[in-house]
C-alpha cells in the first residue's frame, strides 16, 4: 500500500508554510490595510495593486466543473514547469534519491532533477515508442521516488498503453506522474479518472497547448489531497498573477471554440500526414496522439536549414535518443501548413 509519509522529504513534513495576507483573511471588506500594498491603484488601465488569491479558488473550480475533477485535487502551477519542480522538492532527498524518466521524452524532468541534485535514472522506450515495463521494474530501487511518464509522448507524439501504467501504479510505492500535455489531441481517455483509485498517481496537464494560453504559464497538476496540500504548502504564495487567473477564467468559457481548434488540428495532422508520406525524400511519418508529427527525413538538417531560409521553423531531434533523423514538425493553421507543405515540394525540386 502507497504511505505517501513514506517518501516525503522529513523537512517538508516539519515545514510551516508562509502565510500570506490573503491566506489569513479570504473574505470581503471595504478597506485593505493588511498587505502593504499600494493603496492609491496602478498605473495600468486595469488595477492589479492588489494580490492575488494564492490558492486560484475561482479558477480552480472553474477547471474542476469541466474536468470532472473536485477543486481539492487540482493544483495550479506557472506552467507545467512548477508542479515537476516541487514533486523533487517534496519528494526527492538531494543526493540521495532518485527518479526514472523514459528518453526520449520531455527535458524539464531530467533538468529539474539536476537542479534538485536528484540522480536520473533512464529506462529508453521500446524500439515502438512504447514503456519498457521490465527495464523500469530492474530500474527501480528504495531510492526511486518518482518515475516520469508523459503520454502523449514528446517527441515522438504516441500515447503510452494505459495497462503499462496501471501496472507500475499498482506495484511502485513511489510516485508516478503522468504528463499529459497533449492529451487533448488524443483518442486516449485521460488518467484524471483514476486518481481516486491510485493515490501514488499524479496527473499533469496545461492550458498552453489546446487552450491557447502559452503566455499565461498555467499548469495543472491532479492528484490527492495530500499529495495537491504538500505542493499548496511548497509554493511560492502568488505564484499565478492576477491577470493569468483573470485571463484564463475568460478562456475557459469558450469550451466550443477549443473544440473547434482541437478538431481541425487533427484534421490538419491527417492532412499533413497523407502529404508528407507522399514525398520521396520522407522515410516515415510516426503515429501521433499530439499536435506535432515527428517526421524522419533523409538529411533533417539540409532540410531544417532549408526551412528555416524559407522563414519557416520546426524542430530539429535527429540528435534525440531513438529520434535519429528526425523533425519534430507542430501542426500549424491550415495556410501554414500549405506553405510547408509547398516549400518541402520545392525543396524536391531542388534536390533533383
Not at 226 to 234: A, C, H, S, Y
Request: hydrophobic letters at 40%; one cysteine or more.
Amino acid at each position: 500500500m502507497f504511505d505517501i509519509n513514506t517518501i516525503l522529504r522529513d523537512n517538508i513534513k516539519v515545514l510551516t508554510p508562509y502565510s500570506s495576507a490573503r491566506d489569513e483573511f479570504k473574505g470581503t471588506a471595504e478597506v485593505f490595510l493588511d498587505a502593504n500594498e499600494n493603496s492609491f491603484g496602478s498605473p495600468a488601465s486595469t488595477t492589479f495593486n492588489r494580490y492575488p488569491d494564492p490558492l486560484q479558488r475561482s479558477l480552480k473550480e472553474k477547471i474542476s466543473s469541466i474536468k470532472g475533477v473536485p477543486a481539492h485535487n487540482i493544483f495550479l502551477g506557472n506552467g507545467s514547469d512548477e508542479p515537476i519542480d516541487l514533486l523533487y522538492r517534496a519528494f526527492c532527498n538531494p543526493g540521495k534519491d532518485n527518479v526514472i524518466i523514459t528518453p526520449p521524452t520531455y527535458g524539464m524532468y531530467e533538468v529539474s532533477a539536476n537542479i534538485n541534485d536528484v540522480f536520473v535514472k533512464r529506462a529508453p522506450l521500446l524500439p515502438n515508442f512504447q514503456l519498457d515495463i521490465d527495464l523500469i521494474g530492474s530500474l527501480i530501487s528504495a531510492q526511486t521516488k518518482l518515475i516520469w511518464i508523459c503520454s502523449p509522448n514528446n517527441p515522438t507524439g504516441n500515447s503510452m498503453q494505459r495497462e503499462d501504467i496501471e501496472l507500475l501504479l499498482n506495484n511502485f510505492n513511489g510516485i508516478v506522474v503522468v504528463d499529459e500535455a497533449y492529451i487533448n489531441y488524443s483518442r486516449s481517455k485521460s488518467m484524471i479518472a483514476e486518481l481516486v483509485e491510485y493515490p501514488n498517481l499524479v496527473v499533469l496537464q496545461t492550458l498552453s497547448k489546446a487552450w491557447g494560453l502559452a503566455g499565461l504559464r498555467i499548469g495543472m497538476a491532479f492528484a490527492s489531497e495530500d499529495i495537491i496540500e504538500i505542493l499548496n504548502r511548497i509554493k511560492p504564495p502568488y505564484n499565478i498573477s492576477e491577470i493569468a487567473q483573470r485571463e484564463a477564467l475568460l478562456s475557459l468559457d469558450n469550451i466550443e471554440q477549443v473544440n473547434n481548434w482541437i478538431r481541425n488540428t487533427v484534421k490538419q495532422r491527417e492532412m499533413l500526414t497523407t502529404n508528407l508520406k507522399q514525398l520521396a525524400f520522407v522515410k516515415q511519418v510516426y503515429p501521433s496522439d499530439a499536435n506535432f508529427l515527428l517526421v524522419k527525413f533523409e538529411d533533417p538538417r539540409a532540410i531544417y536549414h532549408y526551412l528555416v531560409g524559407k522563414g519557416i521553423i520546426v524542430r530539429d531531434r535527429s540528435s534525440v535518443l531513438l529520434c535519429d533523423g528526425c523533425l519534430r514538425i507542430t501542426v500549424g493553421t491550415p495556410d501554414e501548413n500549405m506553405k510547408l507543405l509547398k516549400v518541402l515540394s520545392d525543396y524536391s525540386l531542388v534536390k533533383s
